[in-house]
């Protein structure tokens, strides 16, 4: 096959595919007319007229492709409009918010352990401490998240929770200050050490998930992110699709044109059949030269 004219597709589809035109004037200028060779091979036989209609139908599907990936990018760009104008209204927010949820989470965790030695001060059987530790880590959590909350624009509502949570631990180390008490051997100056370690603990695992709380993104900029993430993969199907029927029309676009290019040498004028096959390979692969 010959490389020396060229049309505009070989801008638009990978250079690995094998069909390659090149040339530096506009697509179909100067370009012969060819239908009737082409009528004239398809004639010639039922097998080349029914690889001429498989090229073409493979051209109409690609071009079907290339306006679906065409689509996909588009909603791909938007997403990411979108998405970078929802960021810019919380640019303090700049983590994933489900990892920070699972850090305030995991420091919430880690809370249940000294929550559970103040549960024990309250006596009763092992169900029921259990579910005192659980209920001291839930309002933990619960103060986390109103912190999280009031932090903007409700200063006063923010300050009032903090220093209800802040009593709450207090409260929890004065629990857990009575059980040392009660069931150490080591006397009070021991327990008041322990219920101490365990209340700065518990205080610096809740500024910990505060914190983890506050950097992460908003609601609307994780659906926006994620709106993001589902369009690009989208995308990426689309052009995979796209190369695919590509290959596949190059294909049999080439395969067509070695079978009619001995009847372009018969026909053509001395130095046109690289042009001529230009204008055949233009009309298989769909474009128009008109």
């Excluded at 659980?134 to 903090?162: K, N, P, S, T, Y």
């Excluded at 695992?205 to 950097?215: P, Q």
């Amino acid at each position: 096959m010959s490389k020396t004219a060229a049309s505009h597709e070989q801008a638009r589809r990978p250079a690995s595919n094998g069909a390659a035109w090149r040339s530096d004037q506009p697509p179909g200028w100067g370009l012969p007319e060819v239908m009737p060779e082409i009528l004239a091979c398809n004639s010639s036989s039922k097998a080349q007229e029914e690889l001429w209609a498989r090229t073409r139908q493979a051209a109409d599907m690609a071009g079907q492709a290339a306006a679906d990936a065409r689509a996909a990018d588009a909603e791909r760009e938007e997403a990411e409009i979108e998405y970078r104008t929802v960021r810019a209204e919380h640019p303090e927010r700049p983590a994933p918010r489900p990892r920070q949820w699972l850090i305030a989470a995991g420091a919430l965790g880690l809370d249940g352990v000294a929550c559970y030695f103040a549960a024990e001060a309250l006596g009763g059987g092992e169900l029921q401490t259990l579910a005192w530790a659980a209920l001291f880590v839930a309002l933990l959590g619960v103060g986390e998240l109103m912190l999280d909350h009031f932090c903007d624009g409700h200063q006063a509502a923010w300050r009032a929770i903090m220093l209800a949570l802040g009593g709450f631990i207090a409260l929890l180390g004065v629990l857990r200050f009575s059980f040392l008490a009660t069931v150490g051997a080591e006397g009070l100056i021991a327990a008041l050490a322990g219920a101490s370690l365990f209340t700065v603990a518990t205080a610096g695992f809740v500024i910990t998930g505060y914190r983890a709380l506050r950097t992460a993104e908003s609601g609307p900029a994780w659906k926006a992110r994620r709106r993001v993430g589902s369009c690009g993969r989208n995308a990426a199907a689309a052009h995979r699709r796209l190369g695919r029927q590509i290959a596949v029309r190059d294909r049999l676009a080439r395969a067509y044109l070695s079978r009619i290019r001995p009847r372009l040498a018969q026909t053509s004028a001395v130095g046109q059949l690289s042009a001529a096959e230009q204008a055949v390979w233009a009309h298989l692969v769909g474009e128009n030269l008109s």
